[in-house]
């Protein structure tokens, strides 16, 4: 696929490969292969298929050539890594936590990862260059980041702690009344970044993002309780 749009509420599932012969088994097929600027959302289950050995699993996502999103919303699951080698290719690809409805768990940014592993222990996302958040939707990222993850956060709102935002946080509301913001449970930082939005440092305050508070006393600025 070249261009266009997926929108998955089903199941999509890669071909198996063929069983053994003189030439050994052969491999599965992705899910979904795309070769540049497409958008793909998945509120269901994309399966790479196994191959013909009965045991290898192809990647239920292949991108490449840059420009592709993956949305993920509530409901969404794989079997089989989704990779990226597009690398800075139109701008690289794009994982996107989006949606209207707030996912039942957590999502793991320690399955963001830069290459591919050296066996399948679970779906691994690998290889995206940019990171982001969509739709009114709360998300609870957990696990630790790196410092290569920078989420643009356009809508809804990012929860996590200082150990998962490793990297930047940004805001560009997707429009007028669109409402971005992060809730940070424990945050190190000295400031919040100078964007439009709103960060939350507990369950009970809210400040612009434009407040800093560097001149606040450390044991005032954070509550004890977590968001």
Known sequence: LS???????GFIQGGAGGSAGSSGSGSGVAGIVAFGNVAVTNAGNVSGGLGGDGATRANAIDFSEGGNTLTLQSGYSFTGNVVSTSGAANGGDTLVLGGDAN?????HVSNIVASLPASYAGPQ???FANFAQTGTSTWRPTGNGSAGQNWAIADGTLQGDANTFAGNISFAPASPASTPGVAVSNPTTSSIPASSGSARLNPFDAIATTTSL??????SRYSRRAC
């Open 214 to 219: 560097a001149a606040t006393p450390k044991r």
């Open 103 to 107: 996912p039942s768990g957590a999502f």
């Open 125 to 127: 996302y690998v290889g």
């Open 3 to 9: 261009g266009g749009t997926v929108l998955n509420t």
